[in-house]
């Protein structure tokens, strides 16, 4: 189960589907990356929105482990930033409540803040 939800999000998130990405969300959930944190369902829209339009990501699932209640993921994105395409290694540890993404924590190779 929580696998199908990390994929189904990885999935939502790749295709630009906001609605099925915001409905893997707990109402209160947290996502931090980098500097920046994101709490509740309309920061989280804003984010990801934000994201799907602004870096055009695709990310690409090479690794998952899932515990009770947990999931580590090793993923790919290639996006374009400032008019140059990059690809960069991302981890992943996600909270799993009631069957949705309570919390997540991203890295990115080198730095979480696309910018750096």
């Not at 931090?32 to 989280?44: C, F, M, W």
């Not at 994105?77 to 400032?82: K, L, R, S």
């Amino acid at each position: 189960m929580i696998e199908n939800l990390v994929r189904a999000h990885v999935d939502a998130f790749n295709s630009r589907d906001l609605e099925a990405l915001m409905a893997g969300f707990a109402d209160d959930a947290v996502w931090i990356t980098g500097r920046s944190t994101a709490r509740g369902r309309a920061e989280l829209a804003a984010l990801f929105s934000g994201a799907m339009d602004g870096l055009l990501p695709t990310l690409t699932v090479q690794s998952l482990i899932v515990g009770e209640g947990r999931a580590a993921a090793e993923m790919v994105e290639v996006f374009t930033h400032e008019g140059v395409e990059r690809t960069d290694h991302i981890a992943g540890f996600y909270v799993i409540e009631d069957g949705r993404i309570a919390s997540a924590k991203i890295y990115r190779e080198g730095s979480a803040d696309v910018g750096e």
